[in-house]
């Protein structure tokens, strides 16, 4: 059974700095792209990060340069170092893992940006 689990949200003041993490149930060679979406409250979820097996990296305009996204292959985990933290990066943060022929989506780990 192919699953992805986040953790590591939580409460952070603004221009501070956050680490989630999202734990696969099995080998990451077994996927072809693993990336972070979010979504805000009463908004669309959006992109935020992607990095595919080769290990090409993308972001999103709003996180460039504040967002890092890696992984650790031997534990099968994949990270995303948030910095430089503004209120509107307040959202639920998901992660998301594609294979040949699946899909898979976390249950979300709340980031809220405030003082």
């Known amino acids: 059974q192919v699953q992805v689990q986040e953790s590591g949200g939580g409460l952070v003041q603004p221009g501070g700095s956050l680490r989630v993490s999202c734990a696969a149930s099995v080998t990451m060679l077994s996927f072809t792209m693993m990336g972070w979406y979010r979504q805000a409250p009463e908004k669309e979820r959006e992109f935020v990060a992607s990095i595919t097996r080769d290990g090409t990296v993308n972001y999103a305009d709003s996180v460039k340069g504040r967002f890092a996204i890696s992984r650790d292959g031997a534990k099968n985990i994949l990270y995303l170092q948030m910095n430089s933290l503004k209120p509107e990066d307040t959202a639920v943060y998901y992660c998301?893992?594609?294979?040949?022929?699946?899909?898979?989506w976390g249950q979300g780990t709340l980031v809220t940006v405030s003082l």
């Open positions: 998301n893992a594609k294979g040949i022929a699946f899909e898979r």
